[in-house]
């Protein structure tokens, strides 16, 4: 089996809240795709996990206008890469298999982004695929990214019902992709940054 390895870009972060109205919205995250083993020279280090955020290098947010003829074209990759990443569940599927579905959501979900930087079906999934395949900080730097996004108008709704399947709430079956890192501090920090008034750092440049 070709294991799964990451490119050397990682996800730029901002902590920017609400959308809309002449607001700071949250920029969109650089690409940190998956690329095969075999591309990668050996004699070259290869990092293979995202870095933490640094807001001080976060992109230009885009506005609404920017955005909008994207819009829906990025929630139909979003919805393309959720069902290879649905796809890949179970015991049923062989490694080769099971490694090419997820590849292909974490591809679908960064065009999603590139296309629509403020898709919470595809930020929220991205972050679940990069746990899924033990890429912690990628995870995470997601889930930072998807509660800076719980304050927009127009995702509120939308941001609550991911974080319901986070922790398991409102009926909710909590969502199993996170298991391995639920006993990081890291990680109890950022859950515990989603119903804090003013977040608190968990990790990267203060």
């Known amino acids: 089996m070709h294991a799964i390895r990451l490119s050397a870009l990682g996800l730029a972060l901002t902590l920017a809240a609400a959308c809309g109205g002449g607001q700071k919205v949250t920029p969109p995250p650089d690409p940190f795709r998956p690329e095969p083993i075999e591309e990668v020279k050996a004699a070259a280090p290869t990092r293979v996990d995202c870095d933490p955020p640094d807001p001080s290098q976060a992109k230009d947010a885009m506005t609404y206008p920017e955005r909008a003829p994207s819009i829906g074209e990025a929630q139909q990759l979003a919805d393309e890469g959720f069902a290879e990443l649905a796809g890949a569940e179970g015991d049923a599927l062989d490694p080769q298999t099971r490694e090419e579905k997820i590849t292909r959501a974490v591809?679908?979900?960064?065009?999603?982004?590139?296309?629509?930087?403020?898709?919470?079906?595809?930020?929220?999934?991205?972050?679940?695929?990069?746990?899924?395949?033990?890429?912690?900080?990628?995870?995470?730097?997601?889930?930072?990214?998807?509660?800076?996004?719980?304050?927009?108008?127009?995702?509120?709704?939308?941001?609550?019902?991911?974080?319901?399947?986070?922790?398991?709430?409102?009926?909710?079956?909590?969502?199993?992709?996170?298991?391995?890192?639920?006993?990081?501090?890291?990680?109890?920090?950022?859950?515990?940054?989603?119903?804090?008034?003013?977040?608190?750092?968990?990790?990267?440049?203060?």
């Open 107 to 206: 591809e679908d979900f960064l065009s999603a982004l590139g296309a629509d930087p403020y898709n919470v079906h595809a930020t929220y999934n991205l972050a679940a695929a990069y746990a899924r395949i033990g890429r912690p900080q990628c995870s995470l730097n997601l889930l930072v990214r998807l509660i800076a996004m719980k304050d927009h108008h127009s995702r509120k709704a939308e941001v609550a019902k991911k974080f319901d399947r986070l922790l398991g709430r409102n009926g909710q079956t909590i969502d199993p992709d996170f298991r391995k890192m639920r006993d990081d501090a890291a990680f109890r920090c950022v859950i515990a940054n989603i119903s804090a008034a003013t977040p608190t750092l968990c990790f990267g440049a203060s």
